[in-house]
């Protein structure tokens, strides 16, 4: 199937003379929610900015739902609603007269029913009359995504969407995104919050200093990199641990109490087995056990690192 955004050897070299996107090759697949994880300054913002037309680019071409972005500019970014990170104009007008105004400027006939919907979903119907400077944070944030869904946009791009909102209106805001994704809407969501990305993404896109250094599906990413932690309560503390098992990726705690097994989710042959039954031989019992998976955080951090 085509992708929903098509984006081609994209370069952005900015007027300062700093190359914040270095041929960055991605195709968005339809009904996805696409995560970009990426350090501060990575380049997401620009991307975003790019595909939405706000930026140009130095090079490149995006095919939103099938238009150039530059050449067919009105039909691609008629797809597109864009979730800013901040929240910049309209500050004296209602709610309500700001989102039939960012349905207008899309062409699109005016559609009541539609941006009741719409409100009632982000629970500002009681707020439609109120002007925007006069809600709390959170209520401005829950207008931003309205006014981008006004023109009813097949792709929904979420800059940072949760970045400084409570814990109640971040889960309001993924169940919001789930929801809109269950209509057949595409969602591309930046986040430095990577809790967010697990939660909720796909597919997982990892940009560092303008280069993306993976795109992979989350489970994939997480069954590849991700290490499993076997961690063995002892029976009795021990000193150290005994020299015929110190090729073993094993860790012993400070007071002696327990053993840390790390090894490699993907592999077929864990190795538990053979380390159970070296550990009993050197006369080392244990009384309880667990096992733990790294997070997604642990990996991204790890595949940044190593890029230094
Ligand atoms: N108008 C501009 N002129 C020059 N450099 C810019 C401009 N806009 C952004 N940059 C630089 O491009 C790089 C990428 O910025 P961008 O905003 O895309 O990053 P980001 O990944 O969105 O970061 P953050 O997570 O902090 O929002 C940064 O180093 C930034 O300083």
Redesign the pocket.
């Known amino acids: 199937m085509q992708p929903i955004i098509d984006i081609r050897r994209l370069d952005k070299t ?3 003379g ?1 190359r ?1 996107l270095k041929s960055v090759d991605l195709a968005i697949r339809r009904g996805e929610i696409f995560a970009l994880l ?10 975003i ?1 790019i595909v939405c037309g706000i930026v140009n680019a130095s090079a490149g071409t995006v095919a939103v739902d099938g238009h150039d972005h530059v050449a067919d500019f009105r039909a691609a970014r008629a797809s597109i609603g864009l979730v800013p ?1 901040e929240l910049s104009t309209d500050a004296f007008e209602t709610v309500w007269a700001t989102l039939r105004f960012s349905r207008g400027l899309f062409g699109k006939p005016p559609d009541p029913a539609y941006l009741e919907r719409v409100l009632r979903e982000l629970s500002l119907w009681d707020k439609r009359d109120s002007r925007i400077l006069a809600l709390s944070g959170g209520m401005k944030r829950r207008v931003l995504i309205a006014k981008a869904l006004a023109h009813e946009p097949r792709i929904l791009f979420l800059d ?1 969407p949760t970045a400084g909102v409570d814990v109640e209106l971040r889960h309001d805001m993924w169940q919001m995104v789930r929801r809109l994704r269950e209509n057949g809407v595409t969602i591309i969501l ?1 986040t ?1 919050y990577i809790e967010e990305a697990q939660e909720m993404a796909d597919r997982v896109g990892v ?1 560092h200093r ?1 280069e993306l250094i993976l795109v992979e599906d989350k489970a994939t990413l997480m069954r590849k990199l991700g290490k499993k932690q076997l961690t063995l309560q002892l029976q009795a503390p021990i000193a150290e641990i005994p020299e015929a098992l110190a090729g073993l990726p094993l860790e012993l705690s400070a007071d002696g109490g327990t053993l840390v097994y790390t090894f490699d989710a993907r592999g077929e042959a864990t190795g538990i087995a053979a380390l159970l039954r070296r550990l009993s031989e050197h006369g080392i019992d244990f009384r309880d056990l667990q096992s733990s998976e790294s997070s997604l955080e642990e990996i991204f951090v790890s595949l940044v690192r190593g890029r230094q």
């Open positions: 900015y007027a300062s700093f914040a990426g350090p501060n300054g990575a380049g997401k913002t620009t991307l900015s990170q940072e930046t430095h940009i303008g």
